[in-house]
């Protein structure tokens, strides 16, 4: 097995070396894999010997009679019984969206769900089109067994993260009260509050009860990752200033309970800007800085105005917060337009030792910039990301051209792994099997969820 940290002090000192045009390896097949090869079906171009399989299509009808929603986002793979894999999906949908969602464009399916599942109901006239999905597939025969809705009612589910107690937290990306408003040539009306996490376990048959973790915060949430150790909650934020946050859970696993939320400092450097947009200061890349955290009060605020408040106090601003992973050791974080040509950054985040203990300065945990993009690197706006079986990172892109799915070495190459030659649609909900054979990845608009098969590990081995 690969080492974790080995591959993340590597890569800072990458980070740190001399700019060269190693970066753009991947666009002439350098880096392993091989060049992409054109797809005749012109959905996804792949490496040669790789291939891929349609596990869902946006408006086809599920196990449930409701239909597969469109604008699929963050996503995770679970092991299920006999091999399958339980897919959680999330669904980026506003109500107003009313043909992107589960329903049907005139709702002529809502009476197939139990108006208790559903968190906002929007008055019978515009409810929650997000959400996620449940997916049973089964890698053997490469078929779909079983889809269904599994969380219904929420509005612009974009990432979220999945636990170590067989879970996925899913975040919605949006901040709304209730009420009623016009919309994009639409009355949309609110039951509810937006802008929580909910949690959907692996095993629903249906619609999860819609209870929202209030303690973990309401702002613009977008991804999470669980550190498996302490039960710690790290998230992202989707916004031009924006935090690092964690949640100390009151009980590790039993998220409901409550706890408490906080901010990431830099020590020493209040209100530290990582954006980098400007000259002065900044952060650069291959260093590594001593963290602290500050507690948060009043998450459940009525205004929206956390990132401010705590920004404020003390703790530092990211540029777009986005995707989140935990390798083992650190978790990784990427900002899609930090840097000062406003590209994107890939960040490290490695805990204390005494993460979330009262002794925790006294072996603080630090923050690393890991990658910076500029217009001469092959990766821009990096959204979600994953670590790779054969221990590369593996981000999708969410451009304003046509994104691919890019790969960074220890020793900071970046490869094209895969591209969306044909839409401007992002990709996302990068992550691999249990038993590291199937990647599964989303196309967005294009409404596909696809699981890619090859010798990964074997040409992995050789990428890296």
């Known amino acids: 097995m690969f080492n974790r940290r080995r591959f993340i002090q590597t890569l800072l000192v990458a980070a740190a070396a001399p700019a060269t045009n190693s970066s753009l390896a991947g666009k002439s097949g350098n880096a392993g894999f091989g060049k992409l090869v054109p797809d005749p079906r012109q959905i996804l171009d792949l490496p040669e010997g790789f291939e891929?399989?349609?596990?869902?299509r946006k408006g086809d009808e599920m196990d449930d009679g409701l239909l597969v929603p469109g604008e699929a986002d963050g996503m995770a793979a679970f092991a299920g019984e006999n091999g399958r894999v339980i897919l959680i999906c999330n669904h980026e949908n506003r109500p107003r969206k009313l043909h992107n969602g589960p329903f049907g464009r005139e709702l002529e399916r809502l009476d197939r769900i139990d108006r208790e599942k559903v968190y906002d109901f929007g008055r019978g006239r515009t409810p929650g089109a997000g959400g996620t999905t449940t997916i049973v597939y089964d890698p053997r025969s490469k078929q779909t067994e079983r889809q269904h809705l599994s969380l219904a009612g929420t509005e612009l589910n974009c990432a979220g993260g999945p636990t170590p107690w067989g879970s996925w937290l899913s975040c919605e990306e949006c901040f709304e009260d209730a009420g009623a408003r016009f919309e994009f040539y639409r009355n949309v009306f609110r039951e509810q509050k937006h802008g929580y996490v909910f949690e959907v376990p692996t095993n629903s048959r249906g619609p999860v009860d819609p209870v929202p973790l209030r303690d973990m915060g309401r702002f613009e949430h977008e991804a999470a990752a669980v550190n498996p150790q302490s039960g710690v909650v790290y998230m992202t934020e989707d916004r031009v200033r924006s935090l690092l946050y964690r949640f100390i859970p009151h009980e590790p696993g039993k998220l409901h309970l409550g706890g408490q939320l906080q901010a990431l400092c830099i020590a020493g450097k209040p209100s530290f800007d990582t954006r980098n947009w400007s000259h002065k200061g900044g952060m650069k890349t291959g260093e590594w800085?001593?963290?602290?955290?500050?507690?948060?009060?009043?998450?459940?605020?009525?205004?929206?105005?956390?990132?401010?408040?705590?920004?404020?106090?003390?703790?530092?601003?990211?540029?777009?917060?986005?995707?989140?992973?935990?390798?083992?050791?650190?978790?990784?974080?990427?900002?899609?337009?930090?840097?000062?040509?406003?590209?994107?950054?890939?960040?490290?985040?490695?805990?204390?030792?005494?993460?979330?203990?009262?002794?925790?300065?006294?072996?603080?945990?630090?923050?690393?910039?890991?990658?910076?993009?500029?217009?001469?690197?092959?990766?821009?706006?990096?959204?979600?990301?994953?670590?790779?079986?054969?221990?590369?990172?593996?981000?999708?892109?969410?451009?304003?051209?046509?994104?691919?799915?890019?790969?960074?070495?220890?020793?900071?190459?970046?490869?094209?792994?895969?591209?969306?030659?044909?839409?401007?649609?992002?990709?996302?909900?990068?992550?691999?099997?249990?038993?590291?054979?199937?990647?599964?990845?989303?196309?967005?608009?294009?409404?596909?969820?696809?699981?890619?098969?090859?010798?990964?590990?074997?040409?992995?081995?050789?990428?890296?």
């Open 52 to 56: 891929y399989h349609v596990v869902c």
């Open 289 to 464: 800085l001593e963290t602290c955290w500050i507690d948060l009060e009043d998450v459940d605020s009525a205004r929206n105005d956390l990132r401010l408040r705590g920004f404020a106090a003390g703790a530092a601003r990211f540029a777009r917060g986005e995707g989140l992973c935990f390798t083992g050791e650190e978790f990784v974080i990427t900002a899609t337009i930090g840097g000062p040509e406003r590209l994107g950054q890939v960040f490290a985040y490695r805990p204390s030792p005494r993460e979330a203990r009262p002794d925790e300065q006294s072996e603080p945990g630090a923050l690393g910039l890991i990658a910076e993009s500029t217009r001469g690197s092959l990766l821009r706006h990096a959204d979600n990301v994953t670590m790779s079986p054969w221990g590369d990172l593996i981000i999708c892109e969410d451009t304003a051209n046509h994104c691919g799915l890019v790969g960074i070495r220890p020793d900071g190459v970046q490869y094209l792994l895969a591209d969306n030659a044909y839409t401007n649609s992002e990709l996302a909900g990068v992550c691999f099997s249990p038993d590291e054979s199937v990647m599964f990845l989303n196309i967005q608009v294009r409404g596909y969820t696809l699981a890619i098969t090859g010798p990964w590990q074997i040409l992995g081995r050789i990428a890296s």
